[in-house]
């Protein structure tokens, strides 16, 4: 029980009928009538959400395409800061440890924790970089939101061997209302863009830098020099101050704040905070699909070796403690999990190499 | 970068050497090009890229002069240099006139390159005539001629001060160096002695002066006047102030225009050729670019597609030659050079060897075919010949220098697709660019164009006896003609054309003329998709019943896409007698074998309306409607230069377009340029775009059995993979081919797929299809495990099959914010060993670079700047061949040609040598000279 045991069955797309109806169907299935389990499902992004009412159940009966994955996990273990983000692997983990004793709270009264909040931003490298800049990291991941920001060419002032000098640089000129960057509150019209992805822009075109940034646009991580200051140094000091508690800084390359490496960047993880592209055969037989899925997710556990176990645990103490702090932190330790390639369940690489296929016809 | 092919972009000037045989022309934009025997040909480049107005060689030297707008001289020279000619600036001068004078003083209008080699003589606006010594251009001011000087002897009632401004014409006498004729653009026409510094004669022309040309025995010359008429002149030491000896208008009795340049040539039967540039009648055949020749009774009016920019004749150079007996007029036009054979009856046209009008019609897409088989290669050449009965046998008449570069090792083709719907097959195998053969698709269409309206339909009678020359029309009938996408099959002489009203046309090589009938089959792309509606162009009317072809490529198959939008990707198979072909809606894949179509494929999203409505959808349409009067003022300029003719609102025109430029400049830069960033989504526009399509035999479905297979990329990131069962060959025509949907991909960063390709087991791409068969390729290597390789615009990614696992990737546009617009295989050998060559990827980027990535292990392995980024059109032109060269345009009329391989170079590599030069040259002068005296 609990351990990893799958079944398979079959709802009517379109009428999913009542989530209390699905709970003991699910109960039944699994023969775990006598406990209080959570219900989770992995969207199509592979975040891991709750089913916990009939709307949540709704929607992700709806959003399956084919196949909705359905986690169960007893209702004292459930760790919820992990919903909405690439943790499911994690909770396999977690699953590790079993407990016997009994809880009586039904999960929907828990409204207080962030069921179905993802991050959408964060800063990251405050402590490396000079104050007067900002390194933004915009998650477009699972979001529905536009990007929408607008980019112009401009000049801006320089100190070079020469005196003063005036240089071409690259500004947000403007923001598009709603739009993913105005929500962050992080980004404004006319801040100088410095860096995308690690990459510095300048001596580039203005249309080179749009390229680049639509490129990286699923994880787009830019360097700000914002146009004001004064509003920029209160609050990176705030944040610096935070984030020395954080495991994120202790990263073991320290370098000048003028490095143009990311230190939030660990070497494969420029490879790996990239979707992975989806493959669908065509004309392949039905029996096929069940073993898929068993080996998806037994190559699963085999990749996830011993390296990342290590690293796992000690995210989970972190995890643990984090209940202290500030909640920025969470977010960037969250941010870091997230990047991490052998995190994402959806397409775990080892599972396409091992067959091919993950979405099925 | 090696050689420019092609006819150079806005000519401007044109001189010979008789001496060296050679021809020069000089640009717009300052560069000077020589030609010379097939091969042969040099470039130079000034630095101030002003305009070259005149070229002059300096006699019997390898030297020459050119004179730029800005009014400086330049002096070039042939120099050789490691075996080789190049072309070099030697000196360069700017006439300066004393302080305080007008502009006009020394702004230069004539040059004289005297046959001493000593001196150049240079007629100014103000009517003096100032001396330069060569090589060193250094001004020698005791040997100037005033135009005081010459006023002094001319009686006081034939002229004033006014009629010594501007020097029209300086001739030199042929037969005494010693006496110059000086033209003056009022009239006034003097011939002066050098030695004793004075007039001997006047001639008093009563009309505005243009051109001056001497008789070859130096006893009259030959004036030519801005009312269209041509005047002789005797020269005779009994009178001083001679009258004209014949005064005619060929083209009269009505206002004429002027006649710009005459030449007159004696010929041994005694009728001379008289030559002119202009002369039509003012209000009916003002707008004609004419050169006519007369002989006799003979009279023709060469009639120019474009402005006639400058024309020389070749004629018997030889001195000691009594008659000049004229074999050949070239004439350089705007738009193309046209050779004209004097010497057969009908004065045909010669098929010039290089220089060729690229842009007879625009070039809409280019093929490039490297290593064509011998019998492919002649058979093409023999259909070519057919084609140019009508060109004249004479050999090319403009033959100085010798080609020294080795033979080209194999033989190219370059194919290029017209908007007229033609296609042209060029040889790319050496230096020169040459026509082989031109194939017209336009047969199989109904147009409204009457087919004869191109022939020459004149009449006995007709007057003047216009015939037109020359190939250029870039006017198309319909615009739905154009050929977009091109393949050939260089082993079976397969040829698939596709073009911009959803046309795509097979075509078989036959040797002789034919007519049959073209079958004709349509691809419904949409497949029952609901609620679209196709706003573009209708597909091309098909000729019904049966169509006269001619030997070459005739067509067999025409299949039509629906709707009729511009085919964007074509691929052809000839072993499986297939061909692909992709628009905007989908693709789909043809059995010309049996001619039938076998699938389409809808690649649409369905919120995807745009890209249904046709190429006047909103996001088009402004690129559209910019084209469009880009287009309109093109052929404004033009007509405007036809109705008003002549050079002289060149500058109107240059000060409007500037205006224009200006204009348009403000608009842009109210405008704040901002770039949106947005990540791409299934529901962006022209998704369903065809980029590429493939053919691979490989192991699609599992890793036993491989099967042949069709790749399709799109704009939108998606990768489709269809098996394909055909049929063998002693079953070809009785089962159908199938084909199954395999594998679909979607790259996540969604962009433009712009190749794809299968590498075999030891990681070489597939050879092409009958390659093998034809003992040219190894075959593929079908043991180890294949990979594909999938190019799209920001990143190259290698999969493994049949299991499509993301093996390898190279991200180009995340790091270095270019895109690769095109991207081939190329094969580089080794320059030391023969038996040493890689396949790596030639990819172009947006930014003009060419990148070179190694196969399979995608590591950049060099970079070279190529094309100026801001050079839309010369990226998009940009084709690579199977070596590591490749062509672009750098102007609608040229192909810049490059070579990222050490081996395969082409180059020009020739040597001009200095011809003996003759003693006897100045002893048959010198005599002359006491001829000239005896008589005198």
Same mark, same amino acid.
């Given at each position: 029980q609990f351990g990893?045991?799958?079944?398979?069955?079959?709802?009517?797309?379109?009428k999913?009928?009542?989530f209390?109806?699905f709970y003991?169907?699910?109960l039944?299935?699994?023969?775990?009538?006598?406990?209080e389990?959570m219900?989770? @499902?992995?969207?199509?992004h592979?975040?891991?959400?709750?089913?916990?009412?009939d709307?949540n159940?709704?929607?992700?009966?709806?959003?399956a395409?084919?196949?909705?994955r359905?986690?169960?996990?007893?209702?004292?273990e459930?760790? @919820?800061?992990?919903?909405?983000?690439?943790?499911?692997?994690?909770?396999?983990?977690?699953?590790?440890?079993?407990r016997?004793?009994? /809880?009586?709270?039904?999960p929907?009264?828990?409204i207080?924790?962030?069921?179905?909040?993802?991050?959408v931003?964060?800063?990251?490298?405050v402590?490396?970089?000079?104050?007067?800049?900002r390194?933004?990291?915009?998650?477009?991941?699972g979001?529905?939101?536009?990007?929408?920001?607008?980019?112009?060419?401009?000049?801006?002032?320089?100190?070079?061997?020469?005196?003063l000098?005036?240089?071409?640089?690259i500004?947000i000129?403007?923001?598009?209302?709603?739009g993913?960057?105005e929500?962050?509150?992080l980004?404004?019209?006319?801040d100088?863009?410095?860096?995308?992805?690690?990459?510095?822009?300048?001596?580039?075109?203005?249309?080179?830098?749009?390229?680049?940034?639509?490129?990286?646009s699923h994880n787009?991580?830019?360097?700000?020099?914002?146009?004001?200051?004064r509003?920029?140094?209160?609050?990176s000091s705030?944040?610096?101050?935070?984030?020395?508690?954080s495991?994120?800084s202790?990263a073991?390359?320290?370098?000048?704040p003028?490095s143009?490496?990311?230190?939030n960047?660990h070497?494969?993880e420029?490879?790996?905070? =990239?979707?992975a592209?989806?493959?669908?055969?065509?004309?392949?037989?039905?029996?096929?699909?069940?073993?898929?899925?068993?080996l998806?997710s037994?190559s699963?556990?085999?990749?996830n070796g011993?390296s990342?176990s290590?690293?796992?645990?000690r995210?989970?103490v972190?995890?643990?403690?984090s209940?202290?702090?500030?909640?920025?932190?969470?977010?960037?330790l969250?941010?870091s999990?997230?990047?991490?390639p052998?995190h994402?369940?959806?397409?775990p690489r080892?599972?396409?190499?091992?067959?091919?296929?993950?979405?099925?016809? | 970068?090696?050689v420019?092919?092609g006819?150079?972009?806005?000519?401007?000037?044109?001189?010979?050497?008789?001496?060296?045989?050679?021809m020069?022309?000089?640009?717009?934009?300052?560069?000077?090009?020589?030609?010379?025997?097939?091969g042969?040909e040099f470039?130079?480049?000034?630095?101030?890229?002003?305009t070259?107005?005149?070229?002059h060689?300096?006699?019997?030297q390898?030297?020459l002069?050119?004179?730029?707008?800005?009014?400086?001289?330049?002096l070039?020279?042939?120099?050789?240099?490691g075996?080789?000619?190049?072309?070099?600036?030697?000196h360069?001068?700017?006439?300066?006139?004393?302080?305080?004078?007008?502009p006009?003083?020394t702004?230069?209008?004539?040059v004289?390159?005297?046959?001493?080699?000593?001196v150049l003589?240079?007629?100014?606006?103000?009517?003096?005539?100032?001396?330069?010594?060569?090589p060193?251009?250094?001004?020698?001011e005791?040997?100037?001629?005033?135009?005081?000087?010459?006023?002094?002897?001319?009686p006081?009632?034939?002229c004033n001060?006014?009629?010594?401004e501007?020097?029209e014409?300086?001739r030199?006498?042929?037969?005494?160096?010693?006496l110059?004729?000086?033209?003056?653009?009022?009239?006034?026409?003097v011939l002066w002695?050098?030695?004793?510094?004075?007039v001997?004669h006047?001639?008093?022309g009563s009309?505005?002066?243009?051109n001056l040309?001497?008789q070859?025995?130096?006893?009259?010359?030959?004036s030519c006047? $801005?009312?269209?008429?041509?005047?002789q002149?005797?020269?005779?030491?009994?009178?001083?102030?001679?009258?004209?000896?014949?005064?005619?208008?060929p083209?009269?009795?009505?206002?004429?225009?002027?006649?710009?340049?005459?030449?007159?040539?004696t010929?041994?039967?005694?009728l001379?050729?008289?030559?002119?540039?202009?002369g039509?009648?003012?209000?009916?055949?003002?707008?004609?670019?004419?050169?006519?020749?007369?002989?006799?009774?003979?009279?023709?009016?060469?009639?120019f597609?474009?402005?006639?920019?400058?024309?020389?004749?070749?004629f018997?150079s =030889?001195?000691?030659?009594?008659?000049?007996?004229?074999s050949?007029?070239?004439v350089?036009?705007e738009?193309?050079?046209?050779?004209?054979?004097?010497?057969?009856?009908?004065?045909?046209a010669?098929?010039?060897?290089?220089?060729a009008?690229?842009h007879?019609?625009?070039?809409?897409?280019?093929?490039h075919?490297?290593?064509i088989?011998l019998?492919?290669?002649?058979r093409?050449?023999?259909?070519?010949?057919k084609q140019?009965?009508?060109?004249s046998?004479?050999?090319?008449?403009?033959d100085?220098?010798t080609?020294?570069?080795p033979?080209?090792?194999?033989r190219?083709?370059?194919?290029?697709g017209?908007e007229?719907?033609?296609?042209?097959f060029w040889?790319?195998?050496?230096?020169?660019?040459?026509?082989?053969?031109?194939?017209s698709?336009?047969?199989?269409f109904?147009?409204?164009?009457?087919p004869n309206d191109?022939?020459?339909?004149l009449?006995e009678?007709?007057?003047?006896?216009?015939?037109?020359?020359?190939?250029f029309?870039?006017?198309s009938?319909d615009?739905r003609?154009g050929?977009?996408?091109?393949y /050939?099959?260089?082993?079976?002489?397969?040829?698939?054309?596709?073009?911009?009203?959803g046309q795509v046309?097979?075509?078989?090589?036959?040797?002789?003329d034919?007519?049959?009938v073209?079958?004709?089959a349509e691809?419904d792309?949409?497949?029952?998709?609901?609620?679209y509606?196709?706003?573009?162009?209708?597909?091309?009317?098909?000729?019904?019943?049966?169509?006269?072809?001619e030997?070459?490529?005739?067509?067999?198959?025409?299949?039509q896409?629906q709707p009729?939008?511009v085919?964007?990707?074509l691929?052809?198979h000839?072993?499986?007698k297939?061909?692909?072909?992709?628009?905007?809606?989908g693709?789909g894949?043809f059995?010309?074998q049996?001619?039938?179509l076998?699938?389409?494929?809808?690649?649409?999203h369905?919120?995807?309306?745009?890209?249904l409505?046709?190429?006047?959808s909103?996001?088009?349409?402004?690129?559209?409607?910019?084209?469009?009067?880009?287009?309109?003022?093109?052929?404004?300029?033009v007509?405007?230069?036809k109705?008003?003719?002549?050079?002289g609102n060149?500058?109107?025109?240059?000060?409007?377009n500037?205006?224009?430029?200006?204009?348009?400049?403000?608009?842009m830069?109210?405008?704040?340029?901002?770039?949106?960033?947005?990540?791409?989504?299934?529901?962006?526009s022209f998704?369903g775009?065809v980029r590429?399509?493939?053919?691979?035999?490989?192991?699609?479905?599992?890793?036993?059995r491989h099967?042949p297979?069709?790749?399709?990329?799109?704009?939108?990131?998606?990768?489709?993979?269809?098996?394909?069962?055909?049929?063998p060959?002693?079953?070809?025509?009785?089962?159908?081919?199938?084909?199954?949907q395999?594998?679909?991909?979607?790259?996540m960063?969604?962009?433009p797929?712009v190749?794809?390709l299968?590498?075999?087991?030891?990681?070489?791409?597939?050879?092409?299809?009958?390659?093998?068969?034809?003992d040219?390729?190894?075959?593929?290597?079908m043991q180890?495990?294949?990979?594909?390789?999938?190019v799209?615009?920001?990143?190259?990614?290698v999969?493994?099959?049949?299991?499509?696992?993301?093996k390898?990737?190279?991200?180009l546009?995340?790091?270095?914010?270019?895109?690769?617009?095109?991207?081939?295989?190329a094969?580089?050998?080794?320059?030391?060993?023969?038996?040493y060559?890689?396949n790596?990827?030639?990819?172009?980027?947006?930014?003009?670079?060419?990148?070179?990535?190694?196969?399979?292990f995608?590591?950049?392995?060099?970079?070279y700047?190529?094309?100026?980024?801001?050079d839309?059109?010369?990226i998009?032109s940009c084709?690579?061949?199977?070596?590591?060269?490749?062509? $672009?345009?750098i102007?609608p009329s040229e192909?810049?040609?490059?070579?990222?391989?050490?081996?395969w170079?082409?180059?020009?590599r020739?040597?001009?040598?200095?011809p003996?030069?003759?003693s006897?040259?100045h002893?048959?002068n010198?005599?002359g000279?006491?001829?000239a005296a005896?008589?005198?």
């Amino acid at each position: 029980q609990f351990g990893a045991e799958f079944r398979r069955f079959s709802l009517d797309r379109y009428k999913p009928g009542k989530f209390e109806d699905f709970y003991k169907l699910i109960l039944h299935i699994h023969h775990i009538a006598n406990l209080e389990v959570m219900i989770g @499902y992995a969207d199509v992004h592979g975040d891991l959400l709750p089913i916990n009412n009939d709307d949540n159940f709704f929607k992700a009966v709806s959003s399956a395409h084919p196949l909705l994955r359905v986690f169960i996990q007893r209702q004292d273990e459930v760790d @919820y800061s992990n919903f909405g983000t690439n943790t499911l692997s994690r909770k396999k983990k977690a699953l590790v440890t079993l407990r016997n004793d009994n /809880l009586r709270r039904r999960p929907h009264i828990n409204i207080s924790m962030p069921h179905d909040f993802r991050p959408v931003s964060s800063i990251i490298d405050v402590d490396i970089l000079p104050e007067t800049h900002r390194r933004v990291r915009l998650y477009r991941h699972g979001c529905e939101k536009p990007l929408g920001f607008y980019i112009r060419d401009g000049t801006s002032v320089r100190v070079t061997p020469h005196g003063l000098e005036k240089v071409h640089g690259i500004f947000i000129s403007r923001m598009v209302p709603g739009g993913l960057a105005e929500s962050t509150g992080l980004l404004a019209v006319n801040d100088e863009v410095l860096e995308v992805n690690g990459i510095e822009v300048a001596g580039k075109t203005l249309d080179q830098v749009t390229d680049m940034m639509i490129a990286n646009s699923h994880n787009l991580i830019i360097t700000v020099k914002p146009a004001n200051q004064r509003n920029n140094i209160i609050r990176s000091s705030r944040m610096s101050g935070s984030s020395g508690q954080s495991t994120d800084s202790t990263a073991s390359h320290h370098s000048l704040p003028t490095s143009h490496m990311l230190q939030n960047f660990h070497p494969d993880e420029m490879e790996s905070d =990239e979707e992975a592209d989806i493959v669908i055969e065509g004309g392949l037989e039905p029996q096929h699909i069940p073993k898929l899925h068993s080996l998806t997710s037994s190559s699963l556990s085999r990749i996830n070796g011993s390296s990342l176990s290590h690293r796992l645990q000690r995210d989970l103490v972190l995890n643990n403690n984090s209940g202290r702090e500030s909640n920025g932190n969470i977010h960037k330790l969250l941010s870091s999990l997230k990047t991490d390639p052998r995190h994402s369940l959806v397409i775990p690489r080892g599972g396409i190499e091992e067959d091919g296929t993950v979405i099925t016809l | 970068q090696t050689v420019e092919h092609g006819f150079p972009h806005q000519p401007s000037a044109l001189g010979y050497s008789p001496f060296l045989r050679l021809m020069a022309i000089g640009t717009r934009s300052g560069a000077i090009k020589l030609y010379g025997a097939p091969g042969v040909e040099f470039m130079g480049l000034h630095e101030e890229n002003n305009t070259v107005m005149q070229i002059h060689f300096i006699p019997d030297q390898c030297q020459l002069v050119t004179l730029l707008d800005d009014n400086s001289l330049h002096l070039w020279s042939l120099k050789q240099h490691g075996g080789a000619s190049e072309l070099r600036e030697e000196h360069r001068f700017t006439l300066k006139g004393p302080p305080g004078s007008p502009p006009s003083a020394t702004q230069i209008t004539a040059v004289l390159a005297h046959s001493s080699r000593e001196v150049l003589y240079l007629g100014t606006e103000s009517g003096n005539i100032f001396v330069v010594e060569a090589p060193s251009l250094r001004v020698l001011e005791d040997r100037s001629i005033p135009s005081e000087a010459v006023l002094q002897r001319i009686p006081e009632d034939n002229c004033n001060r006014r009629s010594c401004e501007l020097v029209e014409a300086l001739r030199e006498h042929p037969k005494n160096p010693d006496l110059i004729l000086i033209g003056y653009s009022r009239g006034l026409i003097v011939l002066w002695d050098l030695q004793n510094n004075k007039v001997t004669h006047h001639f008093l022309g009563s009309q505005q002066l243009e051109n001056l040309y001497w008789q070859r025995d130096g006893s009259k010359f030959i004036s030519c006047h $801005y009312d269209g008429s041509y005047t002789q002149w005797p020269v005779s030491s009994d009178n001083r102030q001679p009258e004209p000896l014949e005064n005619t208008v060929p083209y009269g009795p009505f206002p004429c225009k002027a006649i710009s340049k005459i030449y007159w040539q004696t010929t041994k039967n005694g009728l001379p050729y008289i030559i002119f540039q202009g002369g039509m009648p003012r209000a009916s055949y003002g707008d004609r670019h004419s050169i006519s020749v007369i002989h006799g009774s003979q009279q023709t009016a060469f009639d120019f597609t474009s402005r006639v920019i400058d024309f020389f004749i070749i004629f018997s150079s =030889e001195p000691a030659a009594e008659f000049d007996d004229p074999s050949a007029m070239v004439v350089l036009a705007e738009e193309e050079l046209v050779v004209i054979d004097l010497k057969t009856p009908g004065w045909p046209a010669v098929h010039p060897p290089y220089l060729a009008s690229l842009h007879c019609s625009a070039i809409t897409c280019s093929h490039h075919v490297s290593n064509i088989p011998l019998k492919l290669w002649e058979r093409i050449i023999s259909a070519g010949s057919k084609q140019n009965i009508h060109y004249s046998t004479m050999p090319w008449p403009i033959d100085g220098g010798t080609n020294i570069a080795p033979d080209p090792p194999q033989r190219d083709l370059l194919l290029t697709g017209h908007e007229d719907g033609t296609v042209r097959f060029w040889d790319a195998s050496g230096v020169c660019l040459h026509l082989l053969y031109k194939l017209s698709t336009v047969r199989v269409f109904l147009t409204d164009a009457d087919p004869n309206d191109n022939m020459n339909t004149l009449g006995e009678d007709e007057w003047p006896p216009l015939r037109k020359v020359g190939t250029f029309d870039p006017y198309s009938d319909d615009p739905r003609l154009g050929i977009q996408k091109i393949y /050939l099959c260089k082993y079976s002489g397969y040829l698939a054309v596709a073009g911009t009203a959803g046309q795509v046309l097979v075509m078989e090589l036959n040797d002789e003329d034919a007519e049959h009938v073209v079958d004709h089959a349509e691809a419904d792309l949409l497949q029952d998709q609901e609620g679209y509606r196709w706003k573009g162009h209708e597909k091309l009317k098909t000729r019904d019943g049966p169509v006269q072809f001619e030997a070459g490529f005739q067509p067999f198959v025409l299949v039509q896409c629906q709707p009729p939008a511009v085919v964007t990707s074509l691929a052809l198979h000839s072993e499986w007698k297939l061909v692909a072909f992709g628009t905007s809606h989908g693709f789909g894949l043809f059995d010309h074998q049996q001619k039938r179509l076998v699938f389409v494929k809808c690649t649409l999203h369905p919120s995807d309306q745009l890209a249904l409505e046709g190429p006047l959808s909103r996001v088009k349409s402004l690129k559209k409607s910019l084209r469009q009067s880009f287009r309109r003022i093109r052929r404004s300029r033009v007509s405007s230069r036809k109705r008003r003719g002549g050079a002289g609102n060149a500058s109107e025109v240059q000060e409007a377009n500037a205006k224009f430029d200006q204009d348009a400049l403000q608009e842009m830069e109210l405008a704040p340029v901002q770039r949106k960033i947005e990540a791409r989504s299934a529901e962006d526009s022209f998704t369903g775009f065809v980029r590429t399509l493939y053919f691979a035999d490989t192991f699609l479905r599992d890793s036993s059995r491989h099967c042949p297979s069709l790749w399709a990329g799109t704009n939108g990131g998606t990768v489709y993979a269809f098996c394909l069962r055909v049929p063998p060959a002693e079953r070809r025509m009785d089962e159908p081919v199938r084909a199954e949907q395999a594998k679909e991909i979607q790259l996540m960063h969604r962009a433009p797929v712009v190749g794809i390709l299968v590498l075999d087991g030891r990681s070489t791409p597939l050879p092409e299809p009958l390659e093998v068969a034809h003992d040219l390729s190894k075959s593929p290597d079908m043991q180890g495990s294949h990979q594909l390789l999938v190019v799209s615009e920001e990143q190259f990614k290698v999969f493994t099959l049949p299991k499509v696992s993301s093996k390898l990737k190279l991200k180009l546009t995340a790091l270095e914010g270019c895109r690769v617009r095109k991207v081939t295989v190329a094969n580089f050998g080794s320059c030391k060993t023969d038996d040493y060559s890689e396949n790596d990827l030639a990819v172009l980027t947006n930014l003009g670079d060419i990148q070179i990535i190694s196969l399979p292990f995608l590591k950049l392995q060099i970079r070279y700047p190529c094309i100026r980024k801001e050079d839309v059109s010369g990226i998009a032109s940009c084709v690579f061949t199977k070596y590591g060269q490749g062509f $672009y345009l750098i102007s609608p009329s040229e192909f810049e040609r490059f070579s990222l391989s050490t081996k395969w170079l082409v180059e020009p590599r020739c040597i001009v040598d200095m011809p003996e030069v003759t003693s006897n040259n100045h002893v048959h002068n010198k005599s002359g000279v006491e001829n000239a005296a005896r008589k005198s």
